[in-house]
């Protein structure tokens, strides 16, 4: 693969953010995340306030990939074999036959998934994963690309149950929206006025589209001096006086990864430590448990990711 400029994104994923960027304003820099994670085949996980945009720009990511498209609504009395499926009889020939659950698709959003109990969270880990799902003993392969969205409320919000450390070590990304400027705000009035933009939206990418991306994400150049950089940031995190858990070997990879789709987003087929500083953050953060008194003491996780990106030497 010849190397090409900086200045020549992906025409397939550029194609993608224009497409999302019609249906959510203001949020280009969340929507180029998104087109990381799509590339590098890892799940997203997004959590905000409700009403800012989380559910649309999921459903605006399906719509975008003409490819098998499933919704779970988390709530408390779901079950796990709500998710996955389970075995049905046939009274006919006295037999049981499975049924697939709405995870086997290609982009599953999982809106609200901190509605529901741990439990039922859990289904989610061996897909996320593996890419196969386990149903009273017997191993179910999910059809690829497989990609969870899923979408959460502020864990201190009523009616939520936080998500298990080990589930939170499975996604790749975590985005926060936030609110929109007003400037942005008034536009977001106007465009909804007579219709919703997420009704016009077309697919601009095929299944095997998302596959092929995915395959050239492994074919970008990783220097060695790049990837000692990511296991120091990543060995860092377990020194930090101030991370009670840190990082762990599935963070590097996934760092790794992440960095590889980076460079491919914006053009190149090889990384740079850029790629690396850029998505750290949006890697590492909701993988960290902190102390005690950090967490009291005002420090965000996010800060302290900054805080150590700022510490290690950047190879050149």
């Not at 994923?13 to 497409?19: D, E, Y």
């Not at 079950?79 to 049924?99: E, K």
């Not at 790049?226 to 762990?248: H, M, Q």
Request: net charge neutral.
């Amino acid at each position: 693969m010849a190397r090409i400029g900086a200045s020549e994104p992906n025409p397939k994923l550029l194609a993608l953010r224009k497409n999302l960027e019609t249906v959510i304003l203001g949020k280009s820099e969340a929507i180029e995340i998104l087109a990381v994670a799509l590339a590098a085949g890892g799940s997203v996980l997004m959590e905000d306030v409700p009403g800012v945009g989380k559910t649309t720009l999921a459903k605006a990511l399906a719509k975008s990939i003409d490819a098998g498209f499933s919704r779970i609504q988390f709530t408390p009395d779901l079950l796990p074999a709500d998710i996955l499926g389970s075995s049905v009889y046939n009274p006919v020939n006295g037999t049981f036959n499975f049924r697939h659950g709405p995870i086997f698709c290609n982009v599953l959003l999982a809106d609200e998934i901190n509605r529901a109990s741990p439990r039922t969270q859990s289904a989610l880990l061996e897909a996320m994963n593996e890419l196969q799902a386990t149903v009273e003993g017997t191993c179910y392969t999910l059809p690829a690309p497989f990609l969870v969205l899923a979408t959460q409320n502020p864990v201190e919000f009523h009616g939520t149950y936080p998500l298990p450390e080990a589930q939170l070590d499975r996604f790749l990304v975590q985005l926060d929206l936030g609110y929109p400027s007003p400037e942005v705000e008034e536009d977001i009035l106007h465009s909804q006025a007579r219709g919703h933009p997420l009704e016009k939206l077309v697919p601009v990418l095929t299944r095997q589209e998302v596959l092929d991306l995915q395959a050239a994400v492994r074919l970008v150049r990783v220097d060695p001096s790049i990837s000692a950089y990511v296991v120091e940031v990543i060995n860092r995190t377990r020194r930090d006086d101030r991370i009670k858990l840190g990082a762990s070997p599935r963070a590097s990879l996934m760092l790794f990864r992440a960095a590889q789709a980076g460079a491919l987003v914006r053009g190149r087929d090889y990384v740079l430590p850029d790629d690396v500083q850029w998505l750290a953050i949006h890697v590492l953060a909701h993988r960290l448990m902190l102390t005690s008194q950090a967490r009291y003491g005002g420090q965000g996780k996010r800060q302290i990711v900054a805080d150590i990106l700022s510490q290690v030497k950047v190879p050149t």
